[in-house]
């Protein structure tokens, strides 16, 4: 098995499980290429006073990024309740609202067009966190020399 093909395989698994299959949702946004990186492996970097987001993990194959309703309200400028769950998920799907990341601009495209593609998942995540059924949403980026790809997720205590 070549360097390469191991861990692909890998990813490839761990998106599977993580319900992020590899076939394609037909955006763009999923076909773009990847920066290259193989960043050492950090774990959950809590956030900074005023962060926008954690970085929950991070190697030059994957980064899995967690938003709590507070994070939310920095990201998009929204205080996330039951009436803004429509404007904090349109927020989302704007470019703008990932270009001004620091470590996330790099995959604005990606989020913003994994964001308009599953707007009704991350709506049903958020309505979740408002009624405190969930604890954060949650985006996987698979990120290889040949593409990268965002999904939006839930994730519970």
Same mark, same amino acid.
């Given at each position: 098995?070549?360097?390469?093909?191991?861990?692909?395989?890998?990813?490839?698994?761990?998106?599977?499980? @993580?319900?992020?299959? !590899?076939?394609?949702? *037909?955006?763009?946004?999923?076909?773009?290429?990847?920066?290259?990186? =193989? /960043? #050492?492996?950090?774990?959950?970097?809590?956030?900074?006073?005023?962060?926008?987001?954690?970085?929950?993990?991070?190697?030059?194959?994957?980064?899995?990024?967690?938003?709590? @309703?507070?994070?939310? !309200?920095?990201?998009? *400028?929204?205080?996330?309740?039951?009436?803004?769950?429509?404007?904090? =998920? /349109? #927020?989302?799907?704007?470019?703008?609202?990932?270009?001004?990341?620091?470590?996330?601009?790099?995959?604005?495209?990606?989020?913003?067009?994994?964001?308009?593609?599953?707007?009704?998942?991350?709506?049903?995540?958020?309505?979740?966190?408002?009624?405190?059924?969930?604890?954060?949403?949650?985006?996987?980026?698979?990120?290889?020399?040949?593409?990268?790809?965002?999904?939006?997720?839930?994730?519970?205590?």
């Amino acid at each position: 098995m070549n360097r390469t093909a191991l861990p692909a395989l890998l990813i490839i698994g761990a998106l599977a499980l @993580a319900g992020c299959g !590899g076939a394609s949702s *037909g955006h763009p946004a999923d076909h773009r290429a990847a920066p290259s990186s =193989t /960043a #050492a492996t950090s774990i959950t970097q809590p956030p900074a006073g005023g962060s926008a987001f954690t970085i929950e993990y991070e190697n030059g194959y994957r980064t899995v990024v967690t938003f709590t @309703a507070e994070q939310l !309200g920095r990201l998009t *400028g929204q205080r996330l309740e039951t009436g803004t769950v429509e404007a904090v =998920t /349109a #927020a989302l799907g704007k470019a703008q609202t990932w270009t001004a990341q620091g470590k996330l601009s790099r995959y604005a495209d990606q989020l913003t067009g994994a964001a308009r593609a599953e707007q009704s998942r991350i709506k049903q995540t958020l309505g979740d966190l408002v009624s405190g059924k969930a604890d954060r949403l949650r985006v996987h980026i698979g990120h290889n020399r040949h593409e990268t790809r965002a999904h939006f997720g839930t994730e519970h205590g």
